[in-house]
């Protein structure tokens, strides 16, 4: 490994962090203050927009996690694949984010359409977090908590299977959690590269 790997992992680690925490952020203030109605009409226009803008801000900040995911220790083919699958389906969900944003603030309801690019992004992310996970294994990246990309899967499965609340919710915030996981490991190796780099003062 080269100097240049702990600012990676340190950016990696605090993308998949901060993704985490936006993604829970997004979902979890609706449950605490509802803006919409249950037939999606929009009652406050203004949180409306504050909820999904830390979506999209969220799905973002995934993206640039999962390209960082792989760079310090090449991922085999397989874990590329993963990768790959989990760009597209983070892709979709940050296009969820921007459709249903526009359109709720301009129309009063977001676009239902929309929340086909959700589903088909949740399913997608669910998928490739296996062959991800499993190449994450192989080169050692995460150490021991290369499972927590197999949470990313879990959360998938109950929210996409549950259609009733709280468990889809529940779903989802599982998803966070291990994205919030997935980061601390991360950062956590960016650290102990940083004690190995950095020499002790001489006493």
Same mark, same amino acid.
């Given at each position: ?43 406050? =226009?203004? &949180? ?7 979506? !999209?801000? %969220?799905?973002? +900040?995934? *993206?640039?996690?999962? $390209? @960082? ?68 294994? =192989?080169? &050692? ?7 927590? !990309?197999? %949470?990313?899967? +879990?959360? *998938?499965?109950?929210? $996409? @299977? ?42």
């Amino acid at each position: 490994m080269t100097p240049t790997t702990a600012p990676a992992d340190r950016r990696t680690g605090v993308a998949a962090v901060a993704a985490g925490g936006l993604l829970f952020a997004s979902v979890a203030a609706e449950l605490v203050r509802p803006v919409q109605q249950s037939d999606g009409t929009v009652l406050d =226009r203004i &949180g409306f927009a504050i909820y999904l803008g830390a979506w !999209v801000v %969220g799905a973002a +900040a995934l *993206v640039i996690a999962l $390209l @960082g995911l792989g760079v310090a220790r090449p991922l085999p083919r397989g874990g590329r694949i993963g990768r790959r699958i989990c760009l597209a389906g983070t892709a979709l969900l940050l296009a969820f984010g921007i459709v249903a944003l526009v359109s709720g603030v301009a129309a009063g309801a977001p676009l239902e359409a929309s929340f086909l690019l959700f589903a088909l992004g949740l399913l997608l992310l669910g998928i490739g977090a296996v062959p991800l996970a499993l190449g994450l294994r =192989r080169t &050692g990246a995460l150490g021991g908590w290369w499972p927590a !990309v197999l %949470g990313v899967t +879990a959360g *998938v499965l109950v929210a $996409l @299977g549950a259609s009733v609340d709280p468990w889809h919710d529940l779903g989802l915030f599982a998803v966070d959690a291990s994205l919030v996981v997935v980061g601390l490991a991360v950062l956590g190796r960016a650290r102990r590269l940083d004690d190995v780099l950095v020499p002790s003062p001489a006493r």
